[in-house]
């Protein structure tokens, strides 16, 4: 009762057509379905679709099954799926006990999502630039080699399974758009929460601020 999905669902979605029509640009919201029974998250993922949404959301804490579940439906309504990593941590941020974030990476992938969020390097999120390159490779190459450094202990060939878009959130923002190009390359989803909301003008400066420091430091690379 406290949560009124579908309410939020038709705010969100008003502000996503006015952005579309002020930009002329397909924008999109991940409207959350994560629920307590695949029947509930059925249901609203069904709504999201009907009110034009073009990507839904889940979290990882609805467990393996669901998001295979979730992945299936998705692509039988071609809606994209955007996994957060909501959770992990519990099993996976400990050093003596748990897994790599790395096998996450590869279960999400064989269940067929197609965001997860894979870590930042800088922000708030933990990981060291080379285990966060080792997690990004393992969502989007084909073939990994083994390479100590990232964490990849053997060689993987993933064969046609589909890839993932990595995501990266998590206490970034427009001054940090330099390292986050070098470190993280250009197949990334680059969420800037609070780093919008944030900045001092409101929320639309603060997400233009993230398109120009973007836009400006690509061409910068690009021209050398």
């Known amino acids: ?70 992945a299936k439906w998705a692509r039988a309504n ?9 959770g992990n941590s519990t099993y996976s941020r400990q050093k003596n006990h748990g897994m790599n974030f790395r096998v996450i990476c590869k279960w999400m992938r064989m269940a067929g999502v197609d965001h997860i969020h894979a870590g930042t390097v800088v922000g708030k999120l933990e990981g060291d630039p ?10 989007l190459c084909t073939r990994t080699d083994i390479n100590l450094p990232e964490g990849i202990f053997f060689d993987q060939d993933f064969a046609s399974l589909r890839k993932v878009m990595p995501v990266a959130s998590g206490g970034i923002h427009a ?15 680059l969420q800037f929460g609070g780093g919008t909301i944030g900045h001092p003008d409101g929320i639309q400066a603060g997400a233009t601020a993230n398109r120009v420091a973007l836009e400006c430091m690509v061409i910068a690379r690009n021209e050398g």
């Open 1 to 70: 009762p406290f949560m009124r999905w579908r309410e939020r669902y038709l705010f969100a979605m008003e502000g996503v057509n006015r952005a579309s029509a002020a930009t002329g640009e397909t924008k999109g919201h991940y409207l959350n379905v994560t629920a307590g029974t695949m029947e509930d998250m059925y249901e609203r993922a069904e709504f999201s679709k009907e009110v034009g949404s073009i990507i839904c959301m889940i979290d990882l804490v609805i467990g393996y099954s669901a998001i295979q579940s979730m």
């Open 78 to 86: 071609d809606m994209i799926l955007h996994l957060h990593r909501a």
């Open 130 to 139: 080379l285990m966060i390159k080792g997690f990004y490779n393992t969502l």
């Open 175 to 189: 001054g940090q758009m330099h390292q986050l190009i070098h470190y993280l390359g250009d197949d990334v989803v």
